[in-house]
């Protein structure tokens, strides 16, 4: 392992379930210390983050279906969960002198800036790490298709799919299945043809068409953030 990171800059994709710490819904505001502190020793090395955070510890589209609601309403909602998240990162960050701007697919001025490609990238050439959140400002898409196309918006090297303690890419759910076998690579058109739920099949194909490399590795483990920012092989690497 290098003492120098192997990225110039990275998206680094978390879930709204790893701000919800062991409560499972809502933010813990332990968890979210826990997590700025491991953004922070990342930002330390020099690397330009840039973060996309989703909203399943608030709200989920699939609640709102079970209730009977438009799929597009029950979407939208959601973006707004993926927005209140994001500031709550950005305070954590902010108190451990981490400069931080948020930017909404959808517009509130008043709180966070809109996005603004250039803009976006002139932060992290700035040394501020950016939150994206809203999504991608329409409904029907995940915010893992939103890590894909910021990714490939801001020319980043690679997303940091964080998942929330499962270190890899399996055969079947670690969690569920003891006979699970760990992938230690695997390319975009693999995740897709074995249905592996890494990230959603739109975006796959859109990494897979831009070269965007991916590393999914568990996000609980002290350091392991740092650990991919200075190129040791944990998790799963998925190129190609």
């Given at each position: 392992?290098s003492n120098?990171?192997?990225?110039?800059?990275?998206?680094?994709?978390?879930?709204?379930?790893a701000l919800?710490?062991?409560?499972?819904?809502?933010?813990?505001?332990?968890?979210?210390?826990?997590?700025?502190?491991?953004?922070?020793?990342?930002?330390?090395?020099?690397?330009?983050?840039?973060?996309?955070?989703g909203?399943g510890n608030?709200?989920?589209?699939?609640?709102?279906?079970?209730?009977?609601?438009?799929?597009?309403?029950?979407?939208?909602?959601?973006m707004?969960?993926?927005?209140?998240?994001?500031?709550?990162?950005?305070?954590?960050?902010?108190n451990?002198d981490v400069?931080t701007?948020?930017q909404?697919?959808?517009?509130?001025?008043?709180?966070?800036?809109?996005?603004?490609r250039r803009?976006a990238?002139?932060?992290?050439?700035?040394?501020?790490?950016?939150?994206?959140?809203g999504?991608?400002?329409?409904?029907?898409?995940?915010?893992?298709?939103?890590?894909?196309?910021?990714a490939?918006?801001?020319?980043?090297?690679?997303?940091?799919?964080?998942?929330?303690?499962?270190?890899?890419?399996y055969?079947?759910?670690?969690?569920?299945?003891?006979n699970?076998?760990?992938y230690?690579?695997?390319?975009h058109?693999?995740?897709?043809?074995?249905?592996l739920?890494v990230?959603?099949?739109?975006?796959?194909?859109l990494?897979?068409?831009?070269?965007?490399?991916l590393?999914?590795?568990?996000?609980?483990?002290?350091?392991?953030?740092?650990?991919?920012?200075?190129?040791?092989e944990i998790?799963?690497?998925?190129?190609?």
């Amino acid at each position: 392992m290098s003492n120098e990171p192997i990225y110039k800059r990275v998206v680094v994709k978390l879930s709204g379930e790893a701000l919800a710490g062991d409560k499972g819904f809502g933010i813990d505001p332990a968890t979210m210390k826990k997590l700025a502190g491991e953004v922070k020793s990342a930002f330390d090395l020099g690397v330009e983050i840039a973060i996309v955070v989703g909203g399943g510890n608030i709200w989920r589209g699939r609640l709102g279906e079970e209730i009977g609601m438009e799929r597009a309403q029950a979407d939208y909602m959601g973006m707004l969960a993926t927005i209140m998240n994001a500031l709550g990162l950005q305070d954590a960050l902010e108190n451990l002198d981490v400069p931080t701007r948020v930017q909404t697919a959808i517009e509130m001025r008043e709180v966070a800036e809109p996005y603004i490609r250039r803009r976006a990238i002139r932060h992290l050439e700035k040394g501020r790490v950016v939150i994206f959140a809203g999504g991608t400002g329409n409904p029907y898409f995940s915010t893992d298709t939103t890590a894909a196309l910021r990714a490939a918006e801001i020319e980043a090297d690679v997303i940091l799919m964080a998942k929330n303690g499962v270190d890899g890419v399996y055969t079947a759910d670690p969690n569920v299945d003891a006979n699970a076998e760990k992938y230690e690579k695997l390319t975009h058109s693999d995740i897709i043809e074995k249905r592996l739920k890494v990230m959603d099949s739109t975006a796959s194909s859109l990494s897979m068409d831009n070269e965007i490399p991916l590393v999914v590795f568990d996000l609980n483990a002290p350091g392991n953030i740092k650990r991919v920012m200075l190129g040791e092989e944990i998790g799963t690497v998925v190129k190609g």
